[in-house]
């Protein structure tokens, strides 16, 4: 299978694809990298207040690398795309765009998140579009230790009192569907596995699903049966909670996008 060395590379029918791929991660990335950011001063013990802050600063970090190769492709600069942008326009999934919750509830959807980061990465650390497979290998390194704080988080608190187990099982119960629509299947799918770029979402929520099963039974939790995944984020639908998050992230951004900082 061809290899592209650059985004100049790509064949012009598997372009909008990779495009559509770049938007969907890099939005996860801005967005779950602000709603950690709340509990910057308000976590429930120093040391987590500084984890979740330094694995906002990352999560962050890799939507401007995403945002960067899309421009690099021909769309807006990084911080045009971060901030310029109305909500209809995004394509993060509704489980970044939820409030933060209580602590099990966030603790929870970034298990699930980072999971699914770790499965897709893996993924595209093969892929035939070099820049694309070169930074996902980058990103892995710091993603393993947010999914190793994930993991750590729902077997320590599912397993502590019974409290704690029912404020978890609680939270997943909400999350799941919603992390379900990381993986909605979009119109990108067949051309970004067809030249190689990366895996179908099937693919990728079946892999996801293998690795999720094990961390949350070390803490006692289990997914109901057929459970509806939550889908639109990838099509523009989203709740409202993103239109209030983006009111308050755009704010100064939007009183003068031409001011240089």
Request: glycine share 8%; hydrophobic share 40%; net charge negative.
């Amino acid at each position: 299978m061809n290899r592209f060395e650059t985004a100049k590379d790509l064949p012009a029918m598997v372009r909008p694809a990779v495009v559509d791929l770049l938007f969907r991660m890099a939005d996860d990335e801005l967005i779950i990298g602000h709603r950690n950011s709340e509990w910057t001063g308000h976590a429930p013990i120093l040391e987590e207040d500084i984890a979740f802050s330094s694995m906002a600063q990352d999560e962050m970090g890799h939507a401007r690398a995403y945002y960067e190769m899309l421009h690099e492709l021909g769309e807006a600069d990084p911080d045009t795309l971060a901030f310029g942008r109305k909500p209809r326009q995004y394509r993060c999934a509704s489980l970044v765009s939820l409030p933060k919750g209580d602590w099990a509830f966030s603790v929870v959807r970034q298990f699930l998140y980072d999971t699914s980061e770790s499965v897709r990465l893996a993924a595209l650390s093969e892929s035939t579009f070099v820049p694309l497979a070169q930074l996902a290998r980058k990103l892995r390194g710091e993603e393993k230790y947010h999914l190793m704080h994930g993991r750590s988080w729902v077997a320590r608190l599912g397993s502590a009192t019974e409290e704690s187990r029912k404020r978890m099982q609680t939270a997943l119960a909400t999350c799941y569907p919603h992390a379900l629509g990381l993986f909605e299947p979009t119109e990108a799918d067949e051309p970004v596995a067809q030249y190689g770029i990366g895996l179908r979402e099937r693919e990728l929520k079946a892999q996801w699903e293998s690795a999720v099963v094990p961390g949350l039974q070390a803490g006692g939790l289990s997914v109901a049966d057929n459970v509806l995944p939550v889908y639109g984020g990838r099509v523009g639908r989203h709740p409202a909670a993103l239109t209030e998050l983006l009111d308050g992230m755009q704010l100064v951004y939007n009183i003068d996008p031409t001011a240089k900082w």
